[in-house]
């Protein structure tokens, strides 16, 4: 009986000290910011008049000419990408909850209107999508003006999910 009673306390607090620091620690989910610079001409994986493919760190930029009135271009040696208005973009990359262009101006900096599950805000050089929740994929139209952008930045929510932890029948602790 007292070996039971042991193995218990032991597994109790086995199982403590294992589940406690993962929630004092993890008390939000944990964010990675990934960097696509755009002057970078090797990361535009695809282009052609209707649509240019960019890939960096498990992020893909798609830019497709949509309702656009100009072509899709490569302005890479001059250190940016060019979105058109009226151009269609989908960014992809697992867990994001944030994206943000630095533009070279702040009339490249302009909000696209009618997002849907996301809010965007402009600030100097600066544009800010926020997603409503984290999404890996995300598409919008560039309806207000052009964005002319030097480098993205995403925010990936990081699936740190804390293991299961049971106490099973007499004898052992079961960490999942």
């Known amino acids: 009986m007292k070996t039971k009673f042991s193995r218990r306390i032991l597994a109790f607090v086995l199982a403590f000290a294992l589940v406690v620091p993962m929630f004092v620690f993890n008390a939000s989910a944990a964010t990675k910011e990934l960097t696509f610079n755009f002057a970078d001409s090797s990361l535009c994986t695809s282009i052609d008049t209707n649509q240019q493919v960019w890939e960096s760190n498990g992020i893909t930029l798609t830019n497709t000419k949509g309702k656009s009135t100009t072509n899709v271009n490569n302005y890479t040696p001059s250190g940016h990408i060019r979105i058109y208005k ?10 994001m909850t944030k994206i943000v262009f630095t533009c070279t101006g702040k009339d490249y900096a302009k909000v696209p209107t009618g997002l849907t599950n996301a809010t965007a805000t402009t600030s100097g050089t600066t544009l800010t999508i926020t997603l409503d929740s984290a999404m890996d994929s995300f598409s919008f139209n560039c309806n207000g003006s052009q964005i002319r952008a030097t480098k993205m930045v995403v925010t990936t929510q990081i699936d740190d999910a804390a293991p299961t932890i049971s106490l099973s029948g007499d004898n052992f602790v079961a960490i999942n």
């Open 86 to 95: 009226n151009s269609d973009v989908t960014i992809e990359c697992k867990g």
